[in-house]
Nanobody, 126 residues
Framework: QVLLQESGGGLVQAGGSLRLSCAVS????????NAWFRQTPGKERQFVAG????????RYADSVKGRFTISRDSAKNMVYLQMNSLKPEDTAVYYC???????????????????WGQGTHVTVSS
């Protein structure tokens, strides 16, 4: 059983930055893929960033490329999402996810992830 706990959400003005954190427990950290998705009311969960760490594959949604960075600290079992130059359209609930044996093209597919956190709210004001 893998447990994920997000933190770091909040209210920020447009142009500002936030760093989301995801504490991962219970899994074999070195063999997993991790991702961040986001969701707004009435819409499907949307891929933001994902990483297949063992292969060094990292993917970003076009809407966040150049602004967001996914990273991890394997010693601390933490995954991060650094979000810079935030825009009002980045407002959403952000979820951390863990999956196993994903190929790089599958990183964007929410259905390939086995475990999810409870989400953390990010609000970007204009």
């Amino acid at each position: 059983q893998v447990l994920l706990q997000e933190s770091g959400g909040g209210l920020v003005q447009a142009g500002g930055s936030l760093r989301l954190s995801c504490a991962v427990s219970g899994g074999t950290f070195g063999t997993v893929s991790n991702a961040w998705f986001r969701q707004t009311p009435g819409k499907e969960r949307q891929f933001v960033a994902g990483a297949r760490w063992s292969g060094g594959n990292i993917r970003y949604a076009d809407s966040v490329k150049g602004r967001f960075t996914i990273s991890r600290d394997s010693a601390k079992n933490m995954v991060y999402l650094q979000m810079n130059s935030l825009k009002p359209e980045d407002t959403a609930v952000y979820y951390c996810a863990t999956g196993f044996n994903l190929r790089s093209p599958e990183l964007v597919n929410a259905g390939r992830y086995n475990y999810w956190g409870q989400g953390t709210h990010v609000t970007v004001s204009s």
